[in-house]
């Protein structure tokens, strides 16, 4: 089946530092990635489409100039939380579509637990 | 739509025991809908999706149910197993824009030996 990589699966930051997550598509070519913010006990709540080769579209409420989403190939799409505090500490998922047009199931990558010090 | 919450709700079962988990969606565009599994750490996992033209669908020990008229899905799991326990998402989209995909509250599966 179709993987989705995501990379670091944990990292710790002092605040004040960006952070950068990879989200790469291994076996398939996505035109479309999503950013996903979980945190402890509650869903995943997206934040913005990954859109290669465009801006990404962010969800009401996200700061785009805080989370810089970069998709600059078909299989990489990338998450740079910048000048993190500690409230931006939570589980970061990618999930990646293969094809485009007809609906397919969303693959997802394993998540990123950023802890912001 | 959109989830918020500070508590997942819990069900607690014994093994073998049929579990139901249920979840009410918002959007009546919703067209496409999906249950994920999730276990502490990792990413949602793929269990069942259903379309909106149909309103039950089999997998392997899993049964999903779309009842459009009241918005509400449920995820039928049988013989229910401690390996099922996890947090279970159901998802949905619509077939516009980017198609993205929206989670509901969740729901903690406890299954006890």
């Known amino acids: 089946g179709a993987v989705v990589s995501q990379h670091p699966s944990r990292v710790i930051c002092k605040s004040g530092t960006s952070v950068k997550i990879e989200c790469r598509s291994l076996?398939?070519?996505?035109?479309?990635m999503f950013w996903y913010r979980q945190f402890p006990k509650q869903s995943l709540m997206l934040m913005a489409t990954?859109?290669?080769?465009?801006?990404?579209?962010?969800e009401q409420g996200v700061e785009k100039d805080k989370f810089l989403i970069n998709h600059a190939s078909l299989t990489l799409s990338t998450l740079t939380v910048t000048s993190a505090h500690p409230e931006d500490s939570s589980f970061y998922i990618c999930?990646?579509?293969?094809?485009?047009?007809?609906?397919?199931?969303?693959?997802f990558g394993s998540g990123t637990q950023l802890s912001v010090l | 739509g959109e989830s918020v919450g500070l508590h997942l709700p819990t069900l607690s079962v014994q093994e073998g025991d049929n579990s139901i988990i249920n979840c009410a969606y918002s959007?009546?565009?919703?067209?496409?809908f999906i249950w994920y599994k999730q276990e502490s750490g990792k990413g949602p996992q793929f269990i069942i999706d259903i379309r909106s033209n149909m309103d039950k669908r089999q997998g392997q020990r899993v049964t999903v149910l779309l009842n459009k008229t009241v918005k509400h899905l449920s995820l039928q799991i049988a013989a229910t197993q401690p390996g099922d326990s996890a947090v279970y998402f159901c998802a949905e989209t619509s077939n516009t824009g980017f198609q993205k995909l929206v989670f509901g509250t969740g729901t903690r599966l406890l299954v006890s030996p």
């Open positions: 999930s990646a579509r293969p094809g485009t047009g007809a609906r397919e199931k969303l693959f």
């Open positions: 990954s859109n290669e080769g465009s801006k990404a579209t962010y």
């Open positions: 076996d398939f070519q996505a035109t479309t």
């Open positions: 959007n009546s565009a919703s067209d496409y």
